[in-house]
């Protein structure tokens, strides 16, 4: 139900050949988190989430420039300060990290944004406004799985796996959030242009009527 291999590798070459063409800094640093593949937004607010100290979840110019240098991700230093710039809006010298990384995403039609509520709220059973193991139980079936055919994997570590491809490889925390499931599949849409066709798929993915 995550995104397949070939989604991935198809976003990944996309924000290759597109990074190289792009003079905006916003969408240079967007299409660098997407070559970390579909969770990589989600990554870069793991390393925000632990330099907020204080819990405000604002960070200034400093803190912000560190977080992109520790991510990996290497930008000119003017580059850094017009993406910094372009979100500091009030002028107060610091950014909402929350408004920042859902501005990162890539842009997503209505209808796109619709289909991926309606997958979310099937999985989120509960309607707790999070997808655990628990969720999955009844909702996702792994019967079919490889791993679980041939007995490598138990049902429980299927679930677990799943709700691991929705997290970036250092935060496996085995719960997925409504803006982490977003996250992700902006990222998945990002290598697919049609609309139809990720509709289908997301429908096909997550048997939805």
Not at 58 to 85: N, Q
Request: aromatic share 10%; charged share 35%; hydrophobic share 35%.
């Amino acid at each position: 139900m995550a995104a397949t291999a070939r989604h991935e590798r198809e976003m990944i070459r996309k924000c290759k050949a597109n990074e190289a063409k792009t003079k905006d800094p916003v969408e240079k640093l967007r299409l660098n988190c997407l070559q970390r593949g579909s969770a990589g937004i989600k990554g870069l607010g793991r390393v925000f989430r632990i330099m907020d100290d204080d819990g405000n979840r604002k960070l200034d110019f400093a803190e912000f420039k560190k977080g992109l240098r520790e991510y990996g991700l290497i930008l000119e230093p003017k580059e850094v300060k017009s993406i910094f710039d372009a979100f500091d809006k009030d002028g107060s010298g610091t950014i909402d990290f929350d408004e920042f990384l859902i501005s990162l995403r890539p842009p997503m039609s209505k209808a796109r944004k619709s289909v991926i509520n309606l997958a979310f709220n099937k999985l989120d059973k509960t309607g707790d406004g999070q997808i655990t193991v628990e969720d999955l139980k009844g909702v996702y079936n792994v019967k079919h799985h490889p791993k679980y055919i041939n007995g490598e994997w138990t049902e429980e570590q299927c679930f677990r796996k799943f709700l691991d491809s929705f997290d970036s490889p250092d935060d496996k925390d085995g719960v997925i959030t409504l803006d982490e499931f977003l996250n992700y599949y902006s990222g998945v849409s990002a290598s697919i242009d049609n609309d139809a066709y990720f509709d289908l798929m997301m429908r096909n993915a997550y048997k939805l009527k």
